[in-house]
């Protein structure tokens, strides 16, 4: 089992930065993929990045170029940088770890763009 605990998110206004990190309570170095998905109100949660064991990422086409996904397996932890932010970015944004039969959720950090 693997408990996955998210921080910083917060305000920030529109073409601002932040980094999101999830870590996790035990090795992540042979966890297959990680994760960030995300959930706006009255939307369905859905992927913004994933990275496998090998370092391989995958972005959703409405971040690509602006996100950019990474995970430190020394320090069990996965970062999400999110740069020149938008308004639609904002969403409840979770961590996620697929260890190949079970699916991993955290409960979540608030990331709202905003003037």
């Known amino acids: 089992q693997v408990q996955l605990v998210e921080s910083g998110g917060g305000l920030v206004q529109p073409g601002g930065s932040l980094r999101l990190s999830c870590t996790a309570s035990?090795?992540?170095?042979?966890?297959?993929?990680m994760g960030w998905f995300r959930q706006a109100p009255g939307k369905q949660r859905e992927l913004v990045a994933d990275?496998?064991?090998?370092?391989?990422?995958n972005y959703a086409d409405s971040v690509r170029g602006r996100f950019t996904i990474s995970r430190d397996n020394t320090n069990n932890t996965v970062y999400l940088q999110m740069n020149s932010l938008k308004p639609e970015d904002t969403a409840v944004y979770y961590c996620?770890?697929?260890?190949?039969?079970?699916?991993?959720w955290g409960t979540g950090t608030l990331v709202t763009v905003s003037s």
């Open positions: 035990r090795s992540i170095f042979t966890l297959p993929v």
């Open positions: 996620n770890a697929f260890s190949g039969h079970m699916n991993y």
């Open positions: 990275i496998t064991s090998g370092r391989s990422t």
